[in-house]
C-alpha cells in the first residue's frame, strides 16, 4: 500500500511538472509579445548564451571537422575516394553534428547556468521578491533567455559548421594533400545537391536552422523550467543545474530524430 | 522549541546598548546566571518578573508624539476565519485585522505558519477556505495581474534580504520605480537617495556597492529602503531582525518604529524576537497549534493569565 502511494505521488509530481513546463512555456512565448519588453535583458542574455559560447562552439566544431576528415579519409583512401572529403564533411557537418554539437555544448555551459542562477535566485527569495514588487518572474526571467537562445543558437551553429568544415579542410589540405579548391568545391557541390527552399535557400541550411531554433527553446524552458522549481537551498541547485543538462541533452537528441524525420518528409517529397 | 538564531539567553536580550553590559557587576553577573539557570528549566516561569520587564520594554518606547493608528477607518490588511494546510494543516481559522498606521507583530513558535501568513497576503499563497483582504479587496478573487497591482502597494523585508545579487544597491532600490513608476532617471536617483537616508545608509559610500559587499545589517537596511521606494501603504517583514547581533536588531527594530511614526505606514513583521516585538507592534498575534491564541496589545499580552501564554513569554 505504502509502495503504491509511493509510486501515485510521483506519479502526481511529474504530471504536475510537465503541466507546469507547458504552462511556463506558453507563458514565455506569449510574453515575447506583451509589454514591458526588458530589451537589455535580452541583449544581455544574448551576450551570455551567443558571444560567451563562441569561444567553446569554434573549438568543438574545428575539431570535430577534423576528426571527420581524418576518419572518413581513412575510409576513403580504399576506393580512391578521397576528393569527396569535403562533401563528407559538409554533410555531416551542416546537417546533424553542427546542429546538435553547438545544442549539447550550450545545453552543459548555458542550460547550467541558466538552472544555477535561477535556482538560486528561487532558494534566496529573490524570484518571490520580483513577485512581490508585482513583476511576473516568468516575463522578467524566462522570457528574454529564451529569446536570446532562439536567437543565437542558430548563429551558434552556423559559426560551428563553418569551423566544422574548416577543420576538414586542414586535413584535407596537409594531411590528404587535396588542393583547397577542389575541398571547397566539393563542399559547395554537396550544399547544392539537396535542393533549395525558394530557388536560393539550400535544404541543408533549412535542415541546419530547424534544428538549432527548436533547440535554443529546449535549452532555455528546461533550465528555467528546472531553475523555477528549485528546492532545497544549495544542494537543490545543483540538483537543478545536474537535472537541466540530462534532460535538455537528451530531448535535444529525441527531438533531433523527430524533426530529421519531419524535414526529409517535407523537403524532399 | 526555540531557533538557533533565537537570543540563547537572558543576558544577550538585556540591551542594545554596549555601556549597559559593560558596567555589570559581579553580583549582576551571578544574577544573570541564576537567570540563565531558571530558564533551563521549564517548570521555573516567573510571571511577575516578565511581565515587569516587558512593561519596562513597552513604555521605554512610547512616544509623546500622537498614536499613529487610527482605528476608526477600515482595516487595511483582514483575515477572516482563513484556513490552510499542505500536507499537515497549517493554519486553521485565523482572522486578525490591521488598521491604518498599526503594526501587527506575529510571534510564536517555529513551524506554526507565521510566514504563512505573510505569503497569504501577498498572494503568494491561496487560503483553502477564508477571506484575505488588503486595502479593502478579497485578493483571493483578484486576477493576477490584478494581484500583481496591489502588490505594487505592499512593500516587503525578506528574512535574508533577497537582493538581485545581479545588481547594485541603487538598481535595487530603483528597481520597483523603474516597473511601476514615469519617473525620469533624476528623479529615481532622487528617491533611492532619500529611501537610503531613511534607513540610516550614506548613498553616496552605498549606492554602487553589490549586496554581497554589505554586511547582514547593512543588507537588511537596504532591503527595507527597496520595500520603501515605491511609497507602499503596507510594509511586511519577514523575520527582520533573525541572525543580526544585538546592536544591529536594535537598529532594524528602531528603524521600523520610525516608519511607523513618521510615514504612518501599516505593518505587518513577522518575528521570533518576543522583545523587538513588544518595542515596535501596536497588536500582536500569536500564533499556536494552526491558531491564533492571542491578539492584543502588548500591555494585554503582559497581563494575561493563559499558562501558554506566561510559558511563551518567560521562555524569552
Known amino acids: 500500500m505504502a509502495l503504491l502511494q509511493r509510486i501515485n505521488a510521483a506519479a502526481r509530481d511529474k504530471v504536475f511538472s510537465l503541466q507546469e513546463a507547458f504552462f511556463l512555456a506558453w507563458n514565455a512565448f506569449r510574453f515575447i509579445f506583451a509589454r514591458p519588453f526588458y530589451k537589455e535583458d535580452v541583449i544581455q542574455q544574448m551576450d551570455a548564451i551567443g558571444v560567451q559560447s563562441l569561444g567553446i562552439v569554434v573549438l568543438t566544431g574545428f575539431f570535430t571537422g577534423m576528426v571527420l576528415a581524418l576518419q572518413s579519409a581513412v575510409q576513403m583512401q580504399r576506393f580512391g575516394a578521397t576528393s569527396y572529403v569535403g562533401s563528407l564533411v559538409s554533410a555531416s557537418m551542416i546537417r546533424e553534428l553542427g546542429p546538435v554539437l553547438a545544442g549539447l555544448m550550450v545545453a552543459g555551459r548555458v542550460g547550467s547556468g541558466i538552472a544555477a542562477q535561477i535556482g538560486s535566485m528561487r532558494v534566496t527569495e529573490q524570484i518571490d521578491a520580483l513577485n512581490v514588487m508585482g513583476t511576473d518572474p516568468i516575463k522578467k526571467l524566462v522570457t528574454p533567455r529564451l529569446i536570446a537562445a532562439l536567437l543565437m543558437l542558430p548563429a551558434l551553429t552556423v559559426i560551428n559548421d563553418v569551423a566544422g568544415i574548416f577543420g576538414g579542410n586542414v586535413i584535407a589540405k596537409y594531411y590528404l594533400q587535396l588542393p583547397t579548391s577542389l575541398y571547397w568545391a566539393t563542399v559547395w557541390d554537396q550544399i547544392s545537391s539537396g535542393g533549395f527552399v525558394l530557388r536560393f535557400i539550400p535544404n541543408d541550411f533549412v535542415h541546419g536552422l530547424v534544428k538549432p531554433f527548436i533547440f535554443g527553446g529546449i535549452i532555455s524552458l528546461t533550465a528555467c523550467h528546472f531553475g523555477l522549481r528549485t528546492t532545497g537551498g544549495t544542494e537543490g541547485v545543483g540538483v537543478s543545474t545536474t537535472r537541466t543538462v540530462v534532460t535538455a541533452s537528451i530531448l535535444i537528441l529525441v527531438t533531433d530524430y523527430f524533426i530529421t524525420q519531419a524535414l526529409l518528409a517535407l523537403l524532399h517529397s | ?316
Open chain 2, 1 to 316: 522549541m526555540r531557533d538557533a538564531d533565537e537570543p540563547k539567553d537572558a543576558t544577550e536580550t538585556k540591551s542594545d546598548n554596549p555601556a549597559d553590559t559593560a558596567t555589570n557587576t559581579p553580583d549582576e553577573e551571578r544574577r544573570a546566571t541564576d537567570r540563565r539557570g531558571d530558564d533551563r528549566d521549564p517548570d521555573a516561569v516567573h510571571p511577575e518578573r516578565v511581565r515587569a520587564a516587558i512593561r519596562k520594554e513597552i513604555t521605554a518606547d512610547q512616544v509623546a508624539d500622537e498614536d499613529p493608528r487610527d482605528t476608526d477607518a477600515h482595516p487595511v490588511i483582514e483575515l477572516r476565519d482563513v484556513s490552510l494546510a499542505f500536507d499537515r494543516p497549517i493554519l486553521t481559522g485565523v482572522s486578525f485585522a490591521a488598521y491604518p498606521g498599526e503594526t501587527v507583530a506575529i510571534v510564536g513558535e517555529s513551524g506554526t505558519g507565521k510566514s504563512t501568513i505573510v505569503k497569504l497576503i501577498l498572494r503568494l499563497l491561496v487560503a483553502d477556505r477564508g477571506e484575505v483582504c488588503v486595502l479593502g479587496n478579497d485578493i483571493e478573487k483578484l486576477t493576477y495581474e490584478q494581484a500583481l497591482e496591489i502588490r505594487q502597494h505592499m512593500g516587503m523585508v525578506f528574512q535574508g534580504s533577497a537582493l538581485f545579487d545581479s545588481l547594485s544597491v541603487f538598481e535595487n532600490i530603483a528597481y520597483p520605480l523603474r516597473e511601476h513608476t514615469k519617473l525620469d532617471d533624476a528623479g529615481i536617483e532622487e528617491r533611492v537617495r532619500e529611501k537610503l537616508r531613511i534607513v540610516d545608509l550614506d548613498p553616496d559610500q552605498v549606492m554602487e556597492l553589490s549586496p554581497s559587499e554589505l554586511s547582514g545589517g547593512m543588507q537588511k537596511r537596504v532591503g527595507v529602503a527597496r520595500g520603501l521606494a515605491a511609497n507602499p501603504k503596507i510594509m511586511l517583514y519577514d523575520e527582520p531582525t533573525s541572525g543580526l547581533d544585538p546592536l544591529t536588531t536594535g537598529t532594524i527594530t528602531n528603524l521600523i518604529l520610525k516608519l511607523q511614526r513618521e510615514y504612518k505606514v501599516t505593518s505587518v513583521v513577522v518575528t521570533h524576537d518576543i522583545r523587538s516585538a513588544f518595542r515596535m507592534a501596536s497588536k500582536i498575534a500569536l500564533l499556536h497549534d494552526q491558531r491564533i491564541v492571542f491578539f492584543g496589545s502588548p500591555e494585554e499580552m503582559t497581563a494575561s493569565d493563559d499558562p501558554y501564554i506566561q510559558t511563551f513569554l518567560g521562555g524569552y
